[in-house]
């Protein structure tokens, strides 16, 4: 490279310096002006220039290092507060710094999903206690005084004066519902549950619950199976089918299991649903008589159906996930993977 071609890279190079730091300006100082310093360099070469260059090239020579020296002093002035701290600060085309967002719960995600299926066909929300008292959750719903489901081993009493308990479903709302408004009553639950299991994959001592109930004069078992295949389709795909497999519980006759055509194989086989083609999704049925006069409701002019699903259970099949406490150990690398989804309904 001829000492012009250094020169003007030397030039190039002291027009676009910049230093944050004061180390970095000391840097500057002593890599253009330090004693092994490329404009020092030049000077000491330019001894050998022929003498009719040397005119020309001294002037250049002496103003590169005018210049070198300015821009340390303004280097100097500036790092920190200067004018480099100025564009860190200001400069609008710099990339945003991404604040990391949280995400909503996939039980959320899923609760919400659900709730916002039945409220499009006009159901509204309805809440209740989680602590609550055995005629809520048991006599009103035709529990009879021995039901294995009042056992100490299913449920969580509450010490205190009358009974009590965590409730077992969302079944109790259903009575709070009935004995305090007038049919046409068409809304759903919901809510936490607790049962007294031992954790593992496939259980937990609290999980979630969504019962629907619909009371009118007239209401048919037709209506019900119509109502679960319009969730079953808007929840999973317009390919899934439903069937129903009679059943019982105390509070509906007829009673009934549903199940939802394999939503991870499409119905072929596969191990989530025990190659059955078929997993069951929730249970309903037809408001037992005996429930609606226990809540001051006529059974001889209305009639009702019933449904309670679990949300896990819902969960599981949206997003296959094999166990269930992944869920409550709140680990954000498995939360995280459900962020998108909490947009998306
Ligand atoms: N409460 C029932 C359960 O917890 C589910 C259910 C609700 C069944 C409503 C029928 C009608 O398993």
Request: glycine content about 8%.
């Amino acid at each position: 490279m001829s000492l012009t071609e250094r020169i003007a890279a030397l030039e190039e190079e002291v027009r676009t310096a910049a230093a944050r730091t004061a180390d970095e300006v000391e840097r500057f100082r002593v890599a253009m002006l330090g004693r092994n310093g490329s404009v020092t360099a030049l000077f000491e070469d330019f001894k050998q220039v022929a003498s009719d260059e040397k005119r020309a090239l001294g002037q250049r020579l002496n103003q590169l290092k005018q210049s070198a020296q300015a821009r340390w002093e303004e280097l100097k002035e500036n790092s920190g507060t200067g004018s480099t701290a100025a564009m860190d600060a200001g400069d609008p085309t710099r990339p945003a710094a991404i604040d990391a967002a949280g995400s909503l719960h996939p039980i959320t995600v899923v609760r919400q999903r659900i709730v916002d299926t039945f409220a499009r066909i006009g159901f509204t929300v309805s809440q209740g206690p989680e602590v609550e008292d055995d005629h809520h959750n048991f006599s009103a719903l035709n529990f009879p005084p021995d039901h294995p489901a009042r056992d100490m081993q299913d449920t969580f009493f509450v010490q205190g004066e009358g009974q009590f308990a965590l409730r077992t479903h969302t079944s109790s709302v259903q009575v709070r519902v009935m004995e305090g408004s007038k049919p046409p009553i068409r809304t759903i639950s919901p809510g936490r549950v607790y049962r007294n299991e031992a954790i593992s994959a496939r259980a937990h001592c609290m999980f979630h619950q969504v019962e629907g109930l619909y009371v009118d004069k007239g209401v048919s078992f037709a209506e019900l199976k119509g109502t679960l295949d319009y969730f079953a389709k808007t929840m999973f795909g317009p390919d899934v089918s439903i069937r129903m497999r009679p059943s019982y519980f105390p509070f509906t006759e007829p009673s009934a299991e549903v199940d939802m055509s394999c939503s991870i194989c499409g119905g072929s086989g596969c191990t989530v649903c025990k190659h059955s083609g078929w997993v069951e999704i929730m249970g309903c049925g037809m408001v037992d008589p005996a429930v609606l006069s226990n809540c001051t409701i006529d059974p001889e002019v209305y009639s009702g159906f019933a449904f309670g699903m679990g949300v896990e259970r819902i969960a599981q099949l949206l997003y296959r996930v094999p166990d269930l406490r992944l869920y409550w150990e709140n680990d954000v690398r498995f939360l995280e993977q459900f962020s998108a989804d909490a947009f998306r309904s």
